[in-house]
């Protein structure tokens, strides 16, 4: 499966962006889906993840509460709605795809999310 991840941009803290993740090459449902980030100097870090059928999420802590995974499988589409963002989630931001109890072996294109102070 390819995947390609956009919609990251630069806002103000306390604003909200939407990341979208494209998939393409094998469907799309037979793969749980996450994003993940990196920030400079550090390493990627889980942020959420959604089951095959969208009926399962988790997230990190610190995300939680503010972030909100979704699916539309019949677009072949992931998103991360992002909101009360603070310049703490400034980072690449990834989506990754892996088949059940598998690690994440898909990896998409980064899109860079600076929250500004």
């Known amino acids: 499966v390819q995947l390609q991840a956009s919609g990251g941009g630069l806002v103000q803290a306390g604003g909200s962006l939407r990341l979208s993740c494209a998939a393409s090459?094998?469907?799309?449902?037979?793969?749980?889906m996450g994003w993940f980030r990196q920030a400079p100097g550090k390493e990627r870090e889980f942020v959420a993840e959604?089951?095959?059928?969208?009926?399962?999420?988790n997230y990190a802590d610190s995300v939680k509460g503010r972030f909100t995974i979704s699916r539309d499988n019949a677009k072949n589409t992931l998103y991360l709605q992002m909101n009360s963002l603070n310049p703490e989630d400034t980072a690449v931001y990834f989506c990754?795809?892996?088949?059940?109890?598998?690690?994440?072996?898909?990896w998409g294109n980064g899109t860079q999310v600076t929250v500004s102070s």
């Open positions: 990754g795809a892996k088949r059940p109890y598998s690690d994440y072996g898909y």
């Open positions: 090459g094998r469907t799309f449902s037979y793969y749980d």
């Open positions: 959604i089951s095959r059928s969208g009926g399962s999420t």
